[in-house]
């Protein structure tokens, strides 16, 4: 990657446009980038990474950060660079989020990508994921290999083994192995894991083996579940155990079901016995009840006719009730129409009173309508005041910002003026100073210059000729003053002259800027006092004060005034919103009152009808009253239930007694066909017989299941036993492998410096590879002196190991841990390695080119022979057409590097940059 040309806008200290065109340093050597502290050198740095990768070199500098504070609002942020990559010209520009002065919304950042082919890629990820694959590196191997920011490229030196694994782990990808380190630790301690269950699976299985207390196996089980046997052994052991508990089970099933026969066949019989029993009882309580039945026949007859002989009576109390009813009929119906015709009256009284009270709300609502029609008619000039008022408020209020704008220019007028005192005041004691010590320099040059013949003449000898005049001969000699001053005090002390002149000047000028700006405002000022009325600036601040103040009074009073007919308008709106409802509530109470007036007419006609049926039923009607009907028509109803009741139980008790006659005869005869003249016999001892018997199967059947459930229970233990035995030669077979791997992968600390993890041997290897490039370079630096390897052990058995670094020393032969190097040395020593890892993270990363590389300062703690060296290794660099570009304020390499940008800062602020091609 070749960079072509930079532009930059508002970004960082570049207030304005700012264009590097990097083809006039040409396509090789060296180029320094120079300048002020803080003028903005890394930020060209900062703006190619920026460009390419969304974020700046360094890691404390932020995107939403770029944005330059000398920049105006009119002023875009954006950085673009046009650049070459095998022989292909592409073009980025990208743009932060930034916030403009005066707007809540920031900006939000953008970038375009313009491939060689003329294809636009616009998304921000999408242009940094093309970036990445046309370069063939991410931004942290970018800043690895082709810019290495300022400080960052010392951390690899004197980082610990923990630290560089993490930095070679992000560089050459070797989580990998990590993975496989953590996979196999895992797999290890799952398969352990699994191995410790099954085993105490197959002894729980063991612990639940049972026999018989008397068994002759019961003190190998015992030993088995106190885990003596082997598990093969346990396994003879219960399938011994199984068979001769079946052994056991089939006798014990004999003797049950023979017993269980002849328990059936006792069942059988004392079945039969009890069943004749109990016939021989059920003949004789039948036998007993017909004979108590048969006298009772012929009173029960005579009952049922004497009953049939009441039905014509019953005949005449049914009519008798059915007249009744018909009076009792009339009766209600006139209480009906008497119900009715009081709720008639009732109606028209409540209906003539409606109509009275409805009239009087209709007068008073007419009336009320009135008066707010009269209303309206007094708030219709609502509108024409309000826009009188609206108007001279306006007005009020554009003096108001007026006068605001002249007391926001008296209050800034002020401050200049302060800081004009104060800037002159600085001025005029810079100027003093300068003036004294340009006095002590020119005397103290004075008595240098004074003593030089004394100094002259202390070394003269008698004969040898003088270097001013030629003469051997001394007659008379010049002395030299004891309080004369040194050359270099002298020096210092026109430094010092100068500096103060410098400063004087510079305090001068911004004496001048600030008398500048003074004078720029009080002439606005002078303007503005005569129109308020006021002589001069002096008296401004009061006229200004009595002016503000009686342009708000008026602005409370307009303010109030539009109160108030915002009030009656409010007031206007509420009657017009009412008016309509009072109408048309006037029109329904018309109406309700035309309404209740025809149901008035309705109802008295009603009433006069049912007045009239009235006295029709009255007429029809022959009991007194309506109860004295009901109790009539009650007492023929108890006669007629009463007969009807006696006539339906004479009738229901003649069937029942014939009916059950019948039923006891038929029983009788049946059983006494069942029993055929068979006696039953005694069923006790049968059921003493037949309890013994159950008692000796039932303590059978107990002992068999006993043995049963044991069986079982046997059997489960030996089925879990094998099955989980095969499962643990399994999953053993692969513990023995896998934990064999993982220890070996992992190599835990401890156990001797040849045991080293996975990831970190793969990482060692890089490491070789990298100082095999290193040292290249830092023997040329050195002078051959110095050689990076290393570190073959820790000195803490504790901590990980196997990527420390110590230095060789050709010259004593000695090693030493590379924190002891000098700063110079230090410098050299990173930079090398630093330049090492560029070369090896490019042939890692496929072959990439960088044609361009970037170092960020450094150089300052170098001696001369030191830079010179480090220069040569740098110029090592840009064979093969390869541009190096450094940082540095060291003024031999302004002299050596002919191609330089030059970064000016502005006193005003911001910065501007300017490329010399040497």
């Known amino acids: 990657m070749r960079p072509l040309k930079l532009t930059m806008s508002a970004f960082g200290p570049y207030a304005g446009v700012q264009e590097l065109d990097f083809t006039k340093l040409g396509t090789g050597g060296?180029?320094?980038?120079?300048?002020?502290?803080?003028?903005?050198?890394?930020?060209?740095?900062d703006a190619i990474s920026f460009a390419l990768y969304d974020e700046a070199s360094g890691q404390n500098r932020k995107a939403n950060m770029l944005r330059s504070l000398y920049a105006d609002n009119s002023t875009d942020t954006f950085v673009e660079l046009e650049f070459e990559y095998r022989e292909e010209l592409y073009k980025i520009r990208r743009s932060p989020e930034y916030k403009l002065e005066g707007r809540k919304t920031p900006k939000k950042a953008e970038a375009e990508l313009t491939m060689p082919d003329g294809k636009v890629i616009t998304k921000r990820t999408d242009v940094k994921a093309a970036i990445e694959d046309i370069i063939g590196v991410d931004k942290n191997q970018f800043g690895q290999i082709a810019m290495i920011a300022q400080g960052d490229f010392q951390k690899l030196l004197t980082e610990s083994t923990g630290e560089r694994q993490k930095i070679f782990r992000k560089l050459f990808k070797t989580e990998l192995f990590d993975s496989i380190q953590r996979e196999l630790s895992e797999r290890a301690k799952a398969l352990g894991v699994a191995r410790s269950e099954l085993k105490r699976s197959i002894k729980q299985y063991i612990s639940g083996i049972s026999c018989d207390e008397d068994s002759q196996l019961a003190s190998d089980v015992a030993r088995a579940i106190n885990d003596e046997l082997l598990t093969a052994d346990v396994v003879e052991l219960i399938e011994r155990l199984i068979a001769m508990d079946g052994d056991d089970e089939a006798q014990l099933t004999t003797k049950s079901e023979a017993l269980g026969a002849e328990i059936g066949n006792l069942t059988e019989e004392i079945t039969k016995m009890i069943k004749q029993i109990e016939i021989a009882e059920n003949l004789k309580a039948d036998e007993v009840e017909l004979e108590g039945l048969l006298p009772k026949k012929g009173e029960l007859v005579k009952a049922k006719?004497?009953?049939?002989?009441?039905?014509?009576?019953?005949?005449?109390?049914?009519?008798?009730?059915?007249?009744?009813?018909?009076?009792?009929?009339?009766?209600?119906q006139k209480e009906s129409l008497i119900i009715?015709?009081?709720?008639?009256?009732?109606?028209?009284?409540?209906?003539?009173?409606?109509?009275?009270?409805?009239?009087?709300?209709?007068?008073?609502?007419?009336?009320?309508?009135?008066?707010?029609?009269?209303?309206?008619?007094?708030?219709?000039?609502?509108?024409?005041?309000?826009?009188?008022?609206?108007?001279k408020k306006a007005a009020a209020e554009a003096k108001s910002q007026e006068l605001n704008g002249i007391s926001d220019g008296l209050s800034d007028y002020i401050d200049k003026l302060t800081a004009l005192k104060m800037a002159q005041a600085k001025y005029l004691e810079a100027e003093a100073e300068a003036d004294r010590l340009d006095e002590v320099f020119r005397k103290m040059r004075s008595e240098f210059r004074g003593?030089?013949?004394?100094?002259?003449?202390?070394?003269?000898?008698?004969?040898?000729?003088?270097?001013?005049?030629?003469?051997?001969?001394?007659?008379?000699?010049?002395?030299?003053?004891?309080?004369?001053?040194?050359?270099?005090?002298?020096?210092?002390?026109?430094?010092?002259?100068?500096?103060?002149?410098?400063?004087?000047?510079?305090?001068?000028?911004?004496?001048?800027?600030?008398?500048?700006?003074?004078?720029?405002?009080?002439?606005?000022?002078?303007?503005?006092?005569?129109?308020?009325?006021?002589?001069?600036?002096?008296?401004?601040?009061?006229?200004?004060?009595?002016?503000?103040?009686?342009?708000?009074?008026?602005?409370?009073?307009?303010?109030?005034?539009?109160?108030?007919?915002?009030?009656?308008?409010?007031?206007?709106?509420?009657?017009?919103?009412?008016?309509?409802?009072?109408?048309?509530?006037?029109?329904?109470k018309s109406e309700a009152i035309n309404k209740l007036q025809t149901n008035l007419t309705s109802?008295?006609?009603?009433?006069?009808?049912?007045?009239?049926?009235?006295?029709?039923?009255?007429?029809?009607?022959?009991t007194a009253s309506k109860e004295a009907a009901e109790a009539a028509s009650r007492s023929c109803e108890e006669k007629k239930k009463e007969i009807a009741d006696a006539i339906q139980e004479a009738s229901e008790n003649l069937t029942s007694y014939n009916s059950k006659l019948e039923k006891l005869s038929g029983s009788i005869e049946a059983l006494r066909n069942q029993l055929s003249g068979e006696e039953a016999g005694d069923v006790a001892p049968l059921e003493e017989k037949r309890q013994a018997l159950t008692d000796s199967k039932v303590a059978i059947d107990a002992k068999q299941q006993e043995i049963h459930t044991r069986i079982d229970g046997n059997r489960k233990a030996l089925a879990g036993i094998n099955k989980q035995s095969d499962a643990l030669a399994e999953v053993e077979k692969q513990y023995v492998m896998v934990d064999a791997l993982s220890r070996t992968a992992n190599a835990p600390v401890g156990f001797g410096s040849e045991r080293?993890?996975?990831?970190?041997?793969?990482?060692?290897?890089?490491?070789?590879?990298?100082?095999?490039?290193?040292?290249?370079?830092?023997?040329?630096?050195?002078?051959?002196?110095?050689?990076?390897?290393?570190?073959?052990?820790?000195?803490?058995?504790?901590?990980?190991?196997?990527?420390?670094l110590d230095v060789l020393d050709h010259y004593n032969g000695s090693v030493r841990d590379v924190k002891t190097l000098s700063g110079g040395e230090t410098f050299m020593a990173s930079?090398?390695?630093?330049?090492?890892?560029?070369?090896?993270?490019?042939?890692?990363?496929?072959?990439?080119?960088?044609?361009?590389?970037?170092?960020?300062?450094?150089?300052?703690?170098?001696?001369?022979?030191?830079?010179?060296?480090?220069?040569?290794?740098?110029?090592?660099?840009?064979?093969?057409?390869r541009l190096v570009g450094i940082i540095s304020h060291v003024a031999e390499l302004k002299e050596k590097i002919e191609n330089q940008i030059v970064v000016t800062k502005a006193k005003t602020g911001g910065s501007s940059a300017s490329i010399i091609a040497g």
Do not use: W
Request: aromatic letters at 2%.
């Open 30 to 45: 060296l180029y320094l980038v120079t300048g002020d502290t803080g003028a903005g050198k890394t930020t060209i740095f």
């Open 305 to 332: 006719e004497d009953a049939d002989k009441r039905a014509p009576e019953l005949d005449q109390l049914t009519r008798q009730v059915e007249q009744l009813a018909q009076e009792i009929s009339r009766h209600k």
């Open 340 to 391: 009715d015709a009081n709720t008639l009256q009732d109606s028209i009284k409540k209906t003539t009173d409606s109509i009275e009270k409805t009239r009087g709300e209709a007068q008073v609502l007419a009336a009320e309508i009135e008066g707010y029609k009269e209303e309206l008619k007094n708030l219709e000039d609502i509108a024409v005041k309000k826009a009188e008022i609206n108007a």
């Open 451 to 588: 003593s030089q013949a004394g100094i002259m003449a202390e070394n003269l000898q008698e004969g040898q000729a003088c270097p001013v005049c030629g003469s051997t001969h001394h007659p008379a000699k010049a002395c030299k003053s004891e309080h004369a001053p040194t050359e270099e005090a002298v020096n210092e002390a026109e430094a010092m002259a100068a500096q103060a002149q410098k400063d004087a000047n510079t305090k001068s000028g911004a004496a001048r800027e600030a008398k500048g700006l003074v004078d720029s405002r009080q002439e606005s000022l002078k303007a503005q006092a005569k129109s308020l009325g006021a002589g001069n600036i002096d008296q401004l601040t009061s006229v200004l004060r009595d002016a503000i103040e009686e342009n708000k009074n008026e602005i409370e009073t307009l303010m109030a005034a539009l109160k108030e007919q915002e009030g009656r308008e409010k007031y206007k709106k509420d009657i017009e919103k009412k008016l309509p409802g009072k109408e048309e509530t006037l029109v329904t």
């Open 603 to 622: 109802m008295s006609a009603q009433l006069e009808s049912k007045n009239e049926q009235i006295g029709q039923l009255e007429k029809t009607i022959s």
């Open 756 to 804: 080293i993890a996975l990831e970190t041997y793969v990482q060692m290897v890089y490491l070789d590879r990298i100082l095999y490039r290193a040292n290249k370079r830092l023997m040329v630096m050195t002078g051959g002196q110095y050689e990076l390897k290393r570190k073959e052990s820790s000195d803490d058995k504790r901590a990980v190991a196997g990527l420390d």
């Open 831 to 881: 930079l090398s390695l630093a330049l090492g890892l560029s070369d090896e993270v490019q042939q890692s990363a496929g072959g990439i080119r960088i044609d361009t590389l970037f170092v960020d300062e450094g150089f300052g703690s170098l001696d001369e022979e030191s830079l010179r060296q480090a220069m040569n290794a740098l110029i090592s660099l840009t064979e093969g057409d």
